[in-house]
């Protein structure tokens, strides 16, 4: 049948490995120093993978292949813990995968196993921001040595130096992350504050995150550390608001440095409703 399915540029791919986890079908495995598609029956063809790639090596095709089989998914998933079930679920889930949502969770059920807590295959999809099948918008770009783009004559020009930003996008061994200071900051603040660009943003690379909607903290975790000891950030400063709920981002950020071997500064700013800075301190 034809369907659509990842395809891997074998001279661009350097073997890194970090689409492997992005997978959680585990269609992905390195061989001979390459990423590789074990199956046409593991790989739904959604894309997961294209976001961790920091060599733009992995695109969606449309061909000939084998029908993706979740329940035959599923038993590799199952095998690999319930973190792994969860980022399955959720990843279907989020691509309005209602179908193959079914059969996992039937399976779940079949084998008398806990269903994670808020997967319901009869909810709707909640989207990303990219159409459902395809994720271009997560492509990894880097383009900090270009010259900053204007909109209009004396328009402030932007400071970001890559793309994406969303924390669940990025590949926290990207190359713009490596050695570099490290902007995380909670959504809201750029829209609260009118020099973000300027006095925040620039000369840093930037993660975005909201520690009060998104799922898989303990994904954003394990990339925070991954930067501070892979990627081995210069420091990380941590813009919140100064809503309650946007503390959890610090604590995540000061988490990660205890966890982490390499030991970063850490520089916490708390931004008021107003766009007034409440306070900036290293923590």
């Known amino acids: 049948m034809e369907r659509e399915i990842i395809t891997i540029d074998e001279d661009k791919c350097n073997g890194c490995g970090l689409c492997v986890p992005g997978c959680p079908e585990g269609a992905?495995?390195?061989?001979?120093?390459?990423?590789?598609?074990?199956?046409?029956?593991?790989?739904?063809?959604?894309?997961?993978?294209?976001?961790?790639?920091?060599?733009?090596?992995?695109?969606?095709?449309?061909?000939?292949?084998?029908?993706?089989?979740?329940?035959?998914?599923?038993e590799n998933i199952i095998k690999a813990g319930p973190n792994t079930i969860k980022a399955h679920l959720a990843h279907l889930k989020d691509h309005g995968e209602t179908a193959f949502l079914?059969?996992?969770?039937?399976?779940?059920?079949?084998?008398?196993?806990?269903?994670?807590?808020?997967?319901?295959?009869?909810?709707?999809?909640?989207q990303h921001g990219h159409a459902v099948g395809v994720?271009?918008?997560?492509?990894?770009?880097?383009?900090?040595?270009?010259?900053?783009i204007q909109s209009n004559e004396g328009d402030v020009s932007s400071q970001l130096t890559h793309w994406p930003v969303q924390l669940h996008l990025v590949s926290p061994r990207a190359p713009y992350f490596e050695g570099a200071d490290v902007l995380?900051?909670?959504?809201?603040?750029?829209?609260?504050?009118?020099d973000f660009h300027q006095r925040f943003l620039k000369e840093k690379a930037l993660a975005i995150a909201c520690p009060k909607l998104d799922e898989g903290h303990d994904i954003y975790l394990a990339k925070l550390i991954a930067m501070i000891d892979d990627a081995k950030?210069?420091?990380?400063?941590?813009?919140?608001?100064?809503?309650?709920?946007?503390?959890?981002?610090?604590?995540?950020?000061?988490?990660?440095?205890e966890q982490a071997s390499r030991k970063i500064p850490i520089k916490k700013v708390v931004v008021g409703i107003k766009g007034e800075i409440l306070s900036e301190d290293w923590v």
């Open 28 to 74: 992905l495995q390195i061989i001979d120093g390459k990423a590789r598609l074990i199956s046409d029956l593991f790989c739904d063809g959604l894309g997961a993978c294209i976001g961790e790639c920091p060599e733009g090596a992995i695109e969606i095709e449309k061909r000939e292949a084998e029908p993706y089989d979740e329940r035959t998914v599923m």
């Open 135 to 148: 994720c271009p918008g997560s492509k990894p770009m880097n383009f900090n040595n270009e010259t900053p």
């Open 233 to 257: 950030i210069n420091t990380l400063t941590v813009l919140i608001m100064q809503v309650p709920c946007c503390g959890g981002l610090i604590h995540m950020a000061k988490q990660a440095a």
């Open 102 to 126: 079914k059969i996992a969770v039937d399976v779940l059920k079949e084998k008398n196993l806990e269903v994670p807590q808020g997967i319901n295959e009869e909810d709707k999809p909640v």
């Open 184 to 194: 995380l900051a909670a959504d809201c603040t750029a829209y609260a504050l009118g």
